[in-house]
T-cell receptor, first 109, second 115 residues
Framework: KNEVEQSPQNLTAQEGEFITINCSYS?????LHWLQQHPGGGIVSLFM???GKKKHGRLIATINIQEKHSSLHITASHPRDSAVYIC???????????FGTGTLLAVQP | GAVVSQHPSRVICKSGTSVKIECRSL??????MFWYRQFPKQSLMLMAT?????????EQGVEKDKFLINHASLTLSTLTVTSAHPEDSSFYIC???????????FGSGTQLSVL
């Protein structure tokens, strides 16, 4: 069993829909990261969370430390949101990351 | 915002040659840099952690003599794939973390194809 699990693996949505991607982890962490990877491969860090909730534009990330669970929400989804969304947790003195397998999101116009 | 520059973005080489990939932090000092590889449709896997001025820490199963990492300054880390073979063909990407900020900044990645 992977230490970081994401669901769903694939998600297709219509433009404007509210989207939720879930992440569960089974290890102790110092922080949880949500990353976005576009088809060309480049990765952008969206959020780094250790507790509570963060919002940036149409993106919202929440984390429940007790339940070891995080969610990434996208409101009013748009085709340009189409990408792979990756959950990763950092742990240890070096804060090295353990990655989930990613969620491939396709937002159709 | 912080930028990490990675070069080259794509390289094709013959089997047996060595390939160097550079990762630079452009507007901050990166005390720690991470190197990952990613196979198609798979998640990223950490290869090694490099700290400025000291030896890199390699993950289990990663050959340190094959994947040479040098972090000689606070803004530059290099990964050299020595005597590359077709099975080394992969997407390699670096990330950097500044000393006082845990947020990670990623390079744009390097697609290596070994013929």
């Amino acid at each position: 069993k992977n230490e970081v699990e994401q669901s769903p693996q694939n998600l297709t949505a219509q433009e404007g829909e509210f989207i939720t991607i879930n992440c569960s982890y089974s290890v102790g962490i110092s922080a949880l990261h949500w990353l976005q990877q576009h088809p060309g491969g480049g990765i952008v860090s969206l959020f780094m969370l250790s507790s509570g909730k963060k919002k940036h534009g149409r993106l919202i990330a929440t984390i429940n430390i007790q339940e070891k669970h995080s969610s990434l929400h996208i409101t009013a989804s748009h085709p340009r949101d189409s990408a792979v969304y990756i959950c990763a947790v950092s742990r240890g003195a070096t804060n090295k990351l353990i990655f989930g397998t990613g969620t491939l999101l396709a937002v159709q116009p | 915002g912080a930028v990490v520059s990675q070069h080259p973005s794509r390289v094709i080489c013959k089997s047996g040659t060595s390939v160097k990939i550079e990762c630079r932090s452009l507007d901050f000092q990166a005390t720690t840099m991470f190197w990952y590889r990613q196979f198609p449709k798979q998640s990223l896997m950490l290869m090694a952690t490099s700290n400025e001025g000291s030896k890199a820490t390699y993950e289990q199963g990663v050959e340190k003599d094959k994947f040479l990492i040098n972090h000689a300054s606070l803004t530059l880390s290099t990964l050299t794939v020595t005597s590359a073979h077709p099975e080394d063909s992969s997407f390699y990407i670096c990330s950097a973390r500044s000393g006082g900020n845990e947020k990670l900044f990623f390079g744009s990645g390097t697609q290596l194809s070994v013929l």
